[in-house]
């Protein structure tokens, strides 16, 4: 994904191993989201400054110490009582 602000990437884990394809029913998958801002953007480094987002059970929002690089990272439990889903 990509604005003229910034590019991102998004990476899926279960158990301790990358996820792609069907998430299976009844299973926690953890995404880490990466954006990189673009030349001339950053994103607020402040410790505050991400303290209301909401993206599943997000875990963890950081910010590199330059501001170019955003990490976030959050649980998604899929029921145990829907079909799996395919990705």
Not at 72 to 81: D, E, R, T
Request: glycine share 8%; aromatic share 10%.
């Amino acid at each position: 994904a990509s604005t003229d602000q910034y590019s991102g990437s998004i990476s899926w884990k279960a158990d301790g191993s990358t996820a792609a394809g069907t998430f299976k029913a009844g299973k926690t998958y953890t995404a880490t989201i990466t954006l990189t801002a673009k030349d001339g953007y950053q994103f607020d480094s402040s410790d505050d400054a991400y303290s209301d987002i909401s993206i599943g059970d997000a875990t963890l929002v950081k910010v590199s110490d330059s501001g170019k690089k955003m990490t976030v990272q959050a649980a998604f439990s899929i029921p145990a009582s829907i079909k799996d889903i395919r990705l």
